[in-house]
């Protein structure tokens, strides 16, 4: 009696297998309009988190490089002084920096500069020999690989 079943049995499961077939091969081939928008968002993400990450490293490069004067510019300190300010203007804040390229600021500083000539000097020998001690360490490190 079941023998009889058998060939409706084998047609229910080749019909059943066909129509999964269908629909896990429509699900894996088909390009939603979600999984696209999700992705681009994804993509757009990488690429900010790139831009900021170099943006960062530039600040992150520019603070370690410290700030320091050659010894012709330490015995004239206006020419210190705007090389220091040079130097110090990228680490600043935004809003702080339009102040540096102000007419008012800058007269400032040169008034007194001129008011305080031994403060602005220790100032400027603080930064000279923080170069020149670097430069030495250099210099010895250089004769020790030598060797």
Known sequence: M???YYPVFIMVSIICASIGAIIATRNVTRSAPIS???KRQYDLYISDLEQTNKRLNGKLN???KGISISPDE???PFSAISGILDQIAPQLPAGIRPL??????VDFISNYV???PESVKSIVEKFTSKS???ASTTTTTEDQSTL
């Not at 540096?100 to 600021?105: D, V």
């Open 2 to 4: 079941i023998e009889l």
């Open 36 to 38: 696209n928008k999700i």
């Open 62 to 64: 520019q603070m370690k």
């Open 74 to 76: 330490a015995g004239d």
């Open 100 to 105: 540096l390229k102000n007419k008012k600021a």
């Open 114 to 116: 001129q008011q305080n």
């Open 132 to 134: 020149t001690g670097k």
